[in-house]
Structure formats: structure tokens, C-alpha cells
């Protein structure tokens, strides 16, 4: 089973940036991170493929996140950029077998880390 944990997280003011880490106990995944705001339901943000070449983003993240990774080390990244107040929200990286935005096709899931845009 593939232990997950994210870091990262924090306090910016909007238009900041903040960059998400979450390091894999071991690779083969396909990558995501998802978020969820209080009273929300989890939704998708991003996923890149286990080899790095392919990648999907949600529409209200397209030109401002980018995810990449480093399989030498089992880390996959999330660089926010133009945060907006409704990007708070808690993030959770995910591993599973496609780029799929859907949560049912991600198995493992980590702790998750707090990010907060403040206005």
C-alpha cells in the first residue's frame, strides 16, 4: 500500500504562490491532487501520468497550477501561482492508474495539508 504525505501548505495573500509536495513511500502511480473546501465536496485540481508525459488539469486551474514529479525520488509537485481566495482549501495528493479527474480512479490517498488565501 502506497503511504502519501503532503507538505507545503500555509497562509498567502492572494496573487501568491506556494508550491505542494507530497512524497510516495514507492512509485508506479499515476499522481493527483485533489482539494476540499468546508462545506464542499472533494473535487479534482490535477494528475500527471507515472511516466510525467501526460498531465490533466481542472478548468479553474488551467495557466495558473502546474504538477510535476521526480520518480527518482517518488515526489510529485503542485506549483499554485495567481492563488485566488477560492483556492482555500484543504489539498490531499492521491495515487492510482489513470490521469482521470474522477476520485474513484485514485486508490491511495494522504492526510492531505491546509492551504489558505486570504483576500
Known amino acids: 500500500q502506497v503511504q502519501l504525505v503532503e507538505s507545503g501548505g500555509g497562509l498567502v495573500q492572494a496573487g501568491g504562490s506556494l508550491r505542494l509536495s507530497c512524497a510516495a513511500s514507492?512509485?508506479?502511480?499515476?499522481m493527483a491532487w485533489f482539494r476540499q473546501a468546508p462545506g464542499k465536496e472533494r473535487e479534482f485540481v490535477a494528475a500527471?501520468?507515472?511516466?510525467?508525459?501526460?498531465?490533466n488539469f481542472a478548468d479553474f486551474v488551467k495557466g495558473r497550477f502546474t504538477i510535476s514529479r521526480d520518480n527518482a525520488k517518488n515526489w510529485v509537485y503542485l506549483q499554485m501561482n495567481g492563488l485566488k481566495p477560492d483556492d482555500t482549501a484543504v489539498y490531499y495528493c492521491?495515487?492510482?492508474?489513470?490521469?482521470?479527474?474522477?476520485?474513484?480512479?485514485?486508490?491511495?490517498w494522504g492526510q492531505g495539508t491546509q492551504v489558505t488565501i486570504s483576500s
Open positions: 514507492f512509485g508506479g502511480y499515476a
Open positions: 492521491a495515487a492510482g492508474r489513470s490521469i482521470s479527474g474522477s476520485r474513484d480512479a485514485f486508490q491511495y
Open positions: 500527471i501520468s507515472w511516466g510525467g508525459g501526460l498531465t
